[in-house]
């Protein structure tokens, strides 16, 4: 099966779109990934303990 250079052409631009948004897609979920790692990490630390257990809690 023959391809002209026109076909050709725009395969390569339908790939060459289709990898540059597969890398953005990748950046932006690195990105939400660290940021919650961030969050994770500057949030305070919850206690193991958190229910009232003694009168005085109340």
């Known amino acids: 099966m023959m391809v002209s ?3 050709k052409n725009f395969i390569t631009e ?3 779109g289709m990898v540059a948004e597969a ?3 990748i950046r932006v979920g690195t990105a ?3 940021g ?3 969050g994770r ?3 305070p630390k919850k206690s193991r303990c ?3 257990t003694h009168a005085h809690d109340l």
């Open 36 to 38: 919650r790692e961030e």
């Open 14 to 16: 339908v790939a060459t």
């Open 5 to 7: 250079a026109l076909e």
């Open 50 to 52: 958190s229910k009232v």
């Open 23 to 25: 890398e953005i897609s």
């Open 41 to 43: 990490e500057a949030a």
């Open 32 to 34: 939400r990934r660290e």
